[in-house]
């Protein structure tokens, strides 16, 4: 189709959430959600799937996540950017890159991302998106053909720069396809248009990054914030995300 | 001072409210918040009291206006961007501009502006902002040195492009002598910084224009998009808003 093509009120609503604090006006019921936490859950989650993880599994709490360590899980993560002591992993991309964890369930709980994806049970399909899988992840919202919410998960309720961004993207390699019909979607898809060539610096100005860069991972920004074309779509199936 | 200071963590901290969903985040005690509502709460009461009018009061409720229509005051009002039929005034500037209102008080409600005011209640000083007034507010705001809050009216809780560029604008003007520490406010910023040379162009594409746009008032739209250098502030008094 032609970049020229201009949506028609027949064709599907592209929505963005800005911050879980809005979820409440959305509804997901028959929708694809997109849950996006870039820095890091939905990037580690997209990179532990392309590396051979079988199933990442998010759960909300810290106390949920070690009653699964008691049984023998294995368990990853993070509050407040830091590592769970007791937990076997954090939530570094890196950390699900290696031999050892081919093939294996992971629990996963995270400050933010992986509430979101508890939030949105109930959607027709839950999905989670991130630079590094962002081709894939546009490609199957323009096969579905179907209304979908980009759900940012931002920190701590607020609103986060890299997530917008990240949803800006998805909202403007879309715009030829879906309908855009509030503002704040479409000022994610201004917002990016503007910043891309900068993104990384623009990213360095946001307090998730000046929060995280003092916890020593600013080599999992780096990596979260660019396109590494793996080629999945890490869909939730009720329990856990696996490769779609 | 020059425009290449970079405010230190002394100076008072900006942040911007995107709608008033999120109005609970916010602790506004000891802090100036500036109400906008661009669309045209906050343009008209700017507007009116440059003309004039000598207090605009908002009220919440139609009933509650109704109740002073029935004293005998006179009572402006709009739901849905249409004027309240029984109500003398709708919700136009140029409703405010005649001889007629020199000196008089206005009850005044309104679909979102009104309702924030109300909102912010117990703040240091509530103070209506809009482009009619920029420069001033952008001043008086430098002037007091304090923390300050833009509280974007929006559209029934959504977030309103409008508003929230407004926002950004002030937020541009002040950011050698405020803080930003979040990235909603960052984000306006950004967004102004790369669609100003565009505005209209830009809130055109936004629904709250295409909205009431369909009900024939453009004429208010651009008149409420462009800086007029009204140099007044319109303060809250804890009855309405006056001259400051």
Known sequence: MSILRKPTNTDPVIEVCLTPALWYQFDYAEKNVIVIDIIRATSTITAALHHGVKRMIPVETVEEAETYLAKGYLVAGERDGYKIPHFQFGNSPYEFMSEDVKGKEIIHTTTNGTRCVLMSKGAHNIVAGSFLNLESVVEWIKAENRDTILFCAGWKDHYNMEDALYAGS?????????????????????????????????????????????????????FCMSNHKYDIIPIYNGEGFVKM
Chains 1, 2 share one sequence.
Request: without cysteine; glycine residues 2%; proline residues 0%.
């Open 170 to 222: 998805v909202v403007r390699a879309l715009s030829d396809h879906f309908q855009i019909l509030d503002d704040a979607t479409l000022s994610t898809k201004m917002m990016y248009r503007y910043i891309r060539a900068n993104m990384l610096r623009s990213v360095k100005q946001a307090q998730h990054f000046k929060r995280l860069s003092k916890l020593g991972i600013e080599k999992d920004i780096k």
